[in-house]
T-cell receptor
Framework: DTAVSQTPKYLVTQMGNDKSIKCEQNLGHDTMYWYKQDSKKFLKIMFSYNNKELIINETVPNRFSPKSPDKAHLNLHINSLELGDSAVYFC????????????FGPGTRLTVT | LAKTTQPISMDSYEGQEVNITCSHNNIATNDYITWYQQFPSQGPRFIIQGYKTKVTNEVASLFIPADRKSSTLSLPRVSLSDTAVYYCLVAPSGSARQLTFGSGTQLTVLP
């Protein structure tokens, strides 16, 4: 009965590879997000989707491509991985795009070697 | 965007009340104040949100003075399990885009 789940929890890969992280929420929320938390623990929003429509696209390299097949899922695909992509990626959801109460997943720790 | 300033770290003992103050001098009229908690290796968790005066829920209280240039998160009778990073966020109403997490306050509760 996990509210927001992500897979995988850990991802170790080499530079240049392409990888995906999946996220699912069972809260019936309209809005989903991807955040990146770097080694200094700063958490920054990357993308947000509202009812499968992209509403936030921060200054993120276009190697990162989110996809929302339906309201309950928001996946993140990363092409040509770089060392600087190593971080913890959090998925989150909220009832609406204006809600501050966001529910976060457990995170995916991505390590690029 | 209103910038927030919080202490980098705080220590407390079990059973004490802990107050974490956040400064947001350039808060705008339509900004709300939100606090999140993050345990190691977990995603942040929403604690409380307010606009002015006092807000209380089952976890914490949030005190906001009339000028709204600061806010204080109050955790009653902390336990070891309250050891976490606490983030103060200020963002305009209806704008998830502006939800920016700063460096937070590392609270360590000691036995």
């Amino acid at each position: 009965d996990t509210a927001v789940s992500q897979t995988p929890k850990y991802l170790v890969t080499q530079m240049g590879n392409d990888k995906s992280i999946k996220c699912e929420q069972n809260l019936g929320h309209d809005t989903m997000y991807w955040y990146k938390q770097d080694s200094k623990k700063f958490l920054k929003i990357m993308f947000s989707y509202n009812n499968k429509e992209l509403i936030i696209n921060e200054t993120v390299p276009n190697r990162f491509s989110p996809k929302s097949p339906d309201k309950a899922h928001l996946n993140l695909h990363i092409n040509s991985l770089e060392l600087g992509d190593s971080a913890v990626y959090f998925c989150a959801s909220s009832q609406s795009s204006g809600s501050y109460e966001q529910y976060f997943g457990p995170g995916t720790r991505l390590t690029v070697t | 965007l209103a910038k927030t300033t919080q202490p980098i770290s705080m220590d407390s003992y079990e059973g004490q009340e802990v107050n974490i103050t956040c400064s947001h001098n350039n808060i705008a009229t339509n900004d709300y104040i939100t606090w999140y908690q993050q345990f190691p290796s977990q995603g942040p968790r929403f604690i409380i949100q307010g606009y002015k005066t006092k807000v209380t829920n089952e976890v914490a209280s949030l005190f906001i003075p009339a000028d709204r240039k600061s806010s204080t998160l109050s955790l009653p009778r902390v336990s070891l399990s309250d050891t976490a990073v606490y983030y103060c966020l200020v963002a305009p109403s209806g704008s998830a885009r502006q939800l920016t997490f700063g460096s937070g306050t590392q609270l360590t509760v000691l036995p």
